[in-house]
């Protein structure tokens, strides 16, 4: 199935993302860019692999991505920028000022929020972005929605002059549904420049007469904003009145939870199915209030609809109770949207019972065992980790400190599940006993977070152990350009490693500026972060391949080391060099010779080599002996290489 | 199909379970697909990406005709649990299948590497089954594997399974739509033996 078939009323199962893809393509889209991010990389990655004449990237980071979009729609263009929730954070500056004046050809701000915090570092809900901006904000209940209302953005845009936001949520974007197809826009915008459209200085918002004028433009859409979406009906927004004095709000990916839950419990409530959480359809919500004497909102996450029906009701004077997630919840206003706690709040708006559904096999529970997210057999990361762990035993001093970073190696932070640990409430520097490498991390907050974590922990003064900065390769370009700038003018001593595995593998191996292929795979350059490093100053640099262990921590140690000579006068960086072992297997850069194989006579069951992290290498409780999954191997070494007994051969040699 | 889970309406609702990097998402797709081909609306939720291999993957599938459905199976109302690793099965099940459901579970395990550094135990093959059984469940076991190597490639246990969970006779698509779906959403040039694969697992539960 292409997603660019021209077949309008063709049914196809669609994940949300390739559905939103669809909408932007049925939309005539010319301009697609983004920053990958789960869960929102789908959308660009299918658009990428698409027939269509459109110009599709990613970017090095979302708000350059947005720059990019706003530039397209300023020529006429309808544009599109994607990125999952901590992304629109990056986009701020851009947003909050391009919609002083606005856009001349559509422009689709596509953003997949992350309730229940999946893939992300936290649950924000970018609707709040949207009533800031003052922008128009659609939400769609499920995948068909995703699509349509995609491809309705695109209008109301060009209808508003203003940037509008389609937000999505993880059980949209990385669901999937049945779709139908509509009809492709043939025609593009005519591309075109004028300074001064409908505005003086139309796309310079210093230009005459200036910010605040532009300001009062903005609020000047506001009621046509809210005039074109009280004309969007039925499936999108719509009331469904029963003369029940209940009345219940269901907005976006709440709709089918409500709909169960509604059935579930054999009630009838006034009913607002709600795709425009901003601005509000108000005579739709008008209605409902005149009906009601209590209304639940189900939405996720904030109370972003609720805030704006208290509002409401409050200029109407009317005598309704609200509830929603905001005080006195009826959902608490954290983790995402469920059938328990929707029926719930539903039956106790209504004073009904509802006795919680529960699994059948709560007895089952002790048997089983957690299973804790592990990198990929062979992956770099590995032996970078190892090495990073045994040069910072030798010479890390006390306590060092590692700070990381979002990517794969992000999981150096998740921990063992199984493993309890207990809160700390000492008042010196204590160090932990590391028994893998997804206990490595001590910091991990965002995209480029750990260079200036460790700066801050340097100048403050720590004085218990040697600090360490994490990036990766895409994060590096993302965000950590200006931090080690940061570093080597403000002579900050600390150790930065960059995981340079030439793909943003995370989020589903897109190209990083290492890779040297484009979203669409054209060829073209191939940064290289030793160059760009020095070219900024960076007076130590080693470079080393994580899968040679000894050799990875050589280098680390030297780096410390150098740290604490009296010629250091800035960070020291050290990059570990090696491609994605699984994009390496699928693009056929490497080929496994063979497997590794465990003489078992030789094992002494100590686990170091399980201490490595390799999911290939696991330990049999009852022999008390290591042995190899050889559907998992790839014959990288690295277990080999740890394994104090060389009890770990090639398995050809046994 | 039963009505007992789920309320007495065309309304279908099944688990895969797997470890990251078995094919659990590409074969509920398939099977989301086929419904759709059979007249089906369909759900599919799911949580997957790089982060995900190696740890537990699943995609609740629901099949319905009318109605508005949200992408997850509440608790304890799944009719079917397709399990590609023995541990993922019992981890789904013990939450989401209904006392009667049906259950069939590949039994080569995947160490989770809480099990490897000691902190956790497996639990064994027998004891899951027992565990199910006991709740109620209809169980199946074969080693999907095993069979998938003797098909031509371990890449293909997910296909062995699906045709093992076919034969059982809960998925309300036939066998001709299945195959098409199968054929169309595998990796180019893998078909055959993800057609062998599929009638391996067809057989294996053949006669129990």
Known sequence: MRIEEDAPGKRALLMGNHAVARGAIEAGVQLVVGYPGTPSSEVIEALSQADIDAHVQWSTNEKVAFDVAVGGAIVGARSMATMKNAGLNWIMDMLMTVVYGGVRGGLVVYVADDPGAHYSSNEQDTRMVALYAKIPCLEPSNQQEAKDLTKMAFDLSEELELPVMVRSVTRISHSSGDVVFGEIRKERNKLAFDRHWKMPYRWNVYGPPGPVAKHKWLYEQLPKAKEAISKIGEPYNFLKLNGSEFGVIACGIAYGYVMEAIERLGVEVNLLKLSTPFPLPEEKIKKLIESCKKILVVEENEPVVELQLRDLAQRMHADVEIYGRYENALIEPYDELSHNRVTAAIAKLMGVEFEPMKPAGESLKPLIAPRSSMLCAGCPHLGMYWALKLALARKGGKVPIVNGDIGCYEQGGYGIVAKKVEPSFSTESRRYVIEAPYEMLDTNYIMGGGFGLAMGEFHAGYPDGKIVGLAGDSTFFHADLPALANAVVNKSKVLFLVLDNRWTAMTGHQPSPTTGVTARGQPTSQLDIEQIARAMGVKFIRRADPWNLKEMQRVIEEALEYLESPEADGPALVISDRVCTLQALRRKEYRPTGTYTVIEDKCTGCKLCVQLGCPANAFDVDKKKAFIDQVLCVNCGMCAEVCPAGAIVPREST | ?208
Not at chain 2, 50 to 66: D, E, L, Y
Not at chain 2, 118 to 124: K, L
């Open chain 2, 1 to 208: 199909m039963s009505a007992c889970g789920s309320k007495a309406k065309d309304l279908f609702q099944m688990l895969v379970a797997g470890v990251g990097g078995q094919g659990s998402v590409l074969i509920s797709h398939i099977i989301a697909s086929a419904a759709i081909k059979a007249g089906y609306r369909v759900r599919v939720g799911e949580k997957f990406g790089a982060a995900m291999r190696g740890g537990a993957v699943s995609s609740h599938i629901r099949m319905f005709k009318t109605g508005e459905y949200a992408p997850l199976i509440p608790e304890g109302q799944a009719d079917a649990v397709m399990a590609l690793e023995p541990l993922e099965g019992l981890r789904v099940s013990a939450t989401y299948l209904r006392p009667s459901g049906v259950v069939v579970m590949n039994v080569a395990p995947v160490y989770p590497v809480d099990v490897n550094v000691g902190w956790a135990r497996y639990p064994s093959v027998d004891s899951i089954i027992k565990g199910l059984e006991e709740m109620g469940a209809k169980v199946y076991t074969l080693n999907a594997t095993e069979l998938a190597i003797q098909a031509g490639t371990a890449k293909v246990m997910n296909s062995v399974v699906l045709g093992a969970f076919y034969s059982t006779g809960v998925l309300p698509v036939d066998r001709e739509t299945l195959l098409e779906t199968l054929r169309e959403g595998v990796p180019k040039g893998t078909e055959e033996v993800n057609v062998r694969a599929f009638e391996l697992g067809e057989k294996a539960l053949k006669g129990r």
